[in-house]
Nanobody, 124 residues
């Protein structure tokens, strides 16, 4: 079993930046695809970004492309989400997820492990 723990959430003004981190324990995730999802109040969970097990391929939701960057540090068993030019509509709980396969997916139920979530609030 892998345990995932997010950190780095908080309150930021529109236009600002935050970096979310997801630290894994219990299992080495270097060959696992990793993803970030988010859920805003009153809305369903949505895909944000994903990276393949090799780190060579990434995918982003259209709403964050060009503003967010996902990258992994396998030496530290960690994946990050750098969020720039934040907007109030980015406000949500952000979840880290790991898939026991090297190919990423944009579909949440294809992931096997989930963190508890980190709140990101962007004020206007």
């Amino acid at each position: 079993q892998a345990q995932l723990e997010e950190s780095g959430g908080g309150l930021v003004q529109a236009g600002g930046s935050l970096r979310l981190s997801c630290a894994a324990s219990g299992r080495t995730l270097s060959t696992y695809a990793m993803g970030w999802f988010r859920q805003a109040p009153g809305k369903g969970r949505e895909f944000v970004a994903a990276v393949s097990g090799s780190g060579g391929a990434t995918n982003y939701a259209g709403s964050v492309k060009g503003r967010f960057t996902i990258f992994r540090d396998d030496a530290k068993n960690t994946v990050h989400l750098q969020m720039n030019s934040l907007r109030p509509q980015d406000t949500a709980v952000y979840y880290c997820a790991a898939r026991s396969a090297p190919y990423y997916s944009t579909v949440g139920h294809n992931y096997d492990y989930w963190g508890q979530g980190a709140q990101v609030t962007v004020s206007s």
